[in-house]
């Protein structure tokens, strides 16, 4: 089975149509597609418009309906930890955190280093440390909050952390602050996802997580699902195999797949 469940499209920040995004992932030999489309979270430009989320709902649900027997089409809904609990039912839910709050005011956590730089000398003294921190109790909080059933890019924080230029991903209090995230999102049976979408974009050269957090997933129980984060065409199964392979150096081996019935385990490399 070759699945995709993180696809985003001109809905939100993505930049191909969603039946777009469909015939390229039948032409790269997915057999289902999920569509998750940001959540519409107020002033942020990258999230749907409340407007927009029922023409979203129509589109992806007539997809599904245009290609039956060609390819699956699952209804998702990337659900940032900030934004109004959604109303209506989907097929699943990516719980993310893009931003923190501090006295009324959002940071983003993923726009650029030094976004990143500005919001630690701002909000945390200059401790890079205790913004990773500030994170991940979000992130320990995602699966509660949104009621998703895969957590998203667990390390986005590291997202323009590439050699450990911002801060130091083996310092103790880094390590113990993901701890205590993984710790509460394995008490919750959410699945963790592999998300190669900053490759795709070249901020990274490994996906998320890195490889530590990821061991320590295992050993916490903590499933997995490969995901590309998609926001084009060619991005549908970027660098899958190293996502495999990443996986099976730290001790897994099977992956979840979302069917009509729910979730199911696969093989890691289809």
């Excluded at 039948?26 to 029922?54: I, R, T």
Aim: charged fraction near 25%.
């Amino acid at each position: 089975m070759r699945q995709n469940l993180h696809t985003h499209t001109t809905f939100c920040d993505g930049k191909n149509t969603a039946e777009e995004m469909v015939l390229a992932a039948l032409e790269q030999g997915l057999d289902s597609l999920g569509f998750s489309g940001h959540s519409p979270l107020e002033g942020e430009c990258w999230a749907m418009e409340e407007a927009a989320v029922g023409r979203y709902r129509r589109e992806v649900l007539a997809l599904r309906e245009k290609y039956a027997g060609k390819m699956e089409v699952f209804l998702g809904l990337e659900q940032d930890i900030l934004s109004p609990l959604p109303e209506e039912p989907w097929d699943y839910l990516i719980g993310s955190v893009h931003m923190l709050e501090r006295e009324g005011e959002r940071f983003s956590v993923d726009e650029s280093a030094e976004t990143f730089r500005r919001g630690v000398e701002r909000w945390f003294g200059g401790d890079p440390l205790a913004f990773a921190e500030a994170y991940y109790r979000q992130v320990g909080a995602v699966a509660e909050k949104t009621g998703c059933q895969i957590v998203g890019h667990v390390d986005l924080v590291c997202k323009f952390n590439e050699g450990n230029c911002l801060f130091d991903t083996g310092h103790p209090r880094y390590r113990a602050a993901v701890t205590e995230a993984l710790e509460r999102l394995a008490g919750s049976g959410a699945i963790l996802e592999i998300n190669t979408g900053a490759m795709s974009r070249g901020y990274r050269t490994a996906p998320y997580p890195e490889a530590w957090t990821l061991k320590r997933a295992n050993e916490l129980g903590l499933p997995i699902c490969i995901t590309s984060d998609a926001h084009s065409t060619g991005h549908l199964t970027y660098a899958f195999d190293q996502a495999a392979h990443l996986a099976q150096s730290c001790g897994y081996q099977e992956s979840m797949y979302l069917t009509r019935a729910g979730f199911v385990p696969g093989p890691l490399v289809p």
